[in-house]
């Protein structure tokens, strides 16, 4: 029966040539620009690490002065060395590690030297967040504590400066400092680079890994976020005891008991450096999860939340042109409608004739609007935001196009379809 059903909409199509490409022009359009800003904001606002998102945990606390408090207000995103370094010490989650930006020259051998990313931390990074190791490992806590000049380095990099291959034991040059590779990162792109919002987060992955405690020691440069406050007595803003929030601060926790015993930690925590004069407002802590994370920094540029209503709207435009272009249709094929009714055709049949052929257009449109989508992905490359080029149409969405478009048409032809099948025979056929 469907075979039918589609053998007549394919009749109908080739009467209405024309009425029937603006039609599937239409859906294309409409679904095309639904579907390129969907992909991007799935992009955008996807689950960097979705195994682990509920388990790793950002720590804010609130050391600064009473200068601008608000009861409530939201603490300091960064944290101070002195609190990072403590906390670290303390260890009392399952992991934790702290960090910062970086941005150093690399100093191939027989090659210019070139500035890259780079990424100060501690050596419980890597198994927390799930780095995949291609060669090597990441570095211990002892090498932590000796300030060790080891690194771990991008695939990408491991491509650029050694060839590609496994380059553990080689040196790398570093701001002038010789450091010994042993690690080599597989391929690995986490959207958003979450660990670290202060900085763009769809950036690609940083080049090179090394020890804090060696990036501090080998006063290598510093990139990122820093607020300081008070009087610093003259001492370097990156100091233990600076008067200064810089560092971001991670920990991985099991269960929600876990994360209710650590909060109660930090709260206890902030109380102490309170008594000990360091802190002067009341304790104050957040500890959110990666997505709560993501929400609270607003991840998601604003201009594409806006970008999607505005392509939804377009789409419910274009459906409502497809309403009335298949209501035009259905009136100017009054007369075969009654012609039908009268030879025994049931309304039921006539509104699954007209419903199947609504779904036809919806499979010609979303052919269409998937080749629409491919060209709005590829002017999103072009653009120059760094999220641009992440944009790609995944199986999922492919599917999803299809979906949408059949579902669209169906729904659009419901009201030509019901109007189709209050045609009175009796009427065409005296009118004949």
């Not at 920094?297 to 497809?322: M, S, Y």
């Amino acid at each position: 029966m469907l075979g039918y059903y589609c053998n007549l909409a394919v009749r109908s199509f080739r009467r209405n040539r024309m009425l029937t490409a603006l039609m599937v022009l239409a859906v294309a359009l409409g679904i095309g620009a639904s579907m390129t800003t969907l992909t991007v904001f799935h992009v955008l606002s996807g689950d960097p690490i979705p195994d682990k998102s509920d388990r790793l945990f950002h720590v804010q606390l609130d050391p600064e002065p009473m200068t601008g408090y608000t009861a409530g207000g939201e603490p300091a995103r960064n944290m101070t060395r002195f609190d990072s370094e403590t906390l670290l010490h303390e260890a009392r989650g399952k992991r934790q590690a702290f960090m910062s930006g970086g941005f150093v020259a690399l100093e191939p051998e027989g090659a210019s030297p070139y500035f890259t990313d780079a990424r100060y931390t501690t050596g419980e990074f890597f198994p927390m967040f799930d780095a995949p190791m291609a060669f090597g490992r990441g570095w211990s806590a002892q090498d932590d504590a000796d300030a060790a000049r080891v690194a771990v380095i991008s695939a990408e990099t491991n491509q650029k400066v050694f060839g590609g291959g496994d380059s553990t034991g080689k040196t790398l040059r570093i701001d002038g400092n010789a450091f010994q590779v042993i690690g080599v990162l597989a391929p690995w792109r986490p959207t958003p680079r979450f660990w670290d919002l202060n900085l763009d987060g769809f950036e690609p992955l940083e080049s090179v890994f090394v020890p804090f405690s060696a990036a501090m020691d080998a006063k290598l440069s510093r990139m990122g976020s820093m607020s300081c406050w008070g009087d610093s007595g003259g001492i370097d803003s990156n100091a233990r005891n600076a008067p200064c929030a810089w560092l971001q601060y991670w920990v991985e926790l099991d269960s929600p008991d876990d994360a209710a015993a650590y909060r109660d930690y930090l709260l206890a925590y902030s109380e102490q450096q309170r008594q000990a004069g360091r802190f002067v407002r009341p304790a104050n802590v957040r500890l959110r999860d990666v997505r709560a994370h993501l929400d609270y920094a607003q991840i998601v540029p604003g201009d594409v939340r806006l970008q999607v209503w505005l392509a939804f709207g377009f789409l419910l435009v274009c459906l409502v042109n497809t309403v009335g272009l298949l209501l035009a249709k259905s009136l100017r094929r009054a007369s075969e409608i009654g012609v039908r009714r009268s030879l025994g055709a049931s309304r039921k049949a006539i509104f699954a004739q007209f419903l199947v052929e609504a779904g036809t257009i919806g499979v010609a449109g979303g052919i269409a609007g998937l080749a629409v989508a491919l060209c709005g992905l590829w002017a999103v490359r072009q653009a120059p935001s760094t999220y641009a080029e992440l944009a790609r149409l995944d199986p999922t969405m492919l599917l999803t196009t299809f979906v949408l478009s059949i579902v669209a048409t169906l729904l659009a032809g419901l009201l030509p379809a019901w109007r189709a099948t209050q045609v009175m025979p009796a009427i065409q056929l005296k009118s004949n």
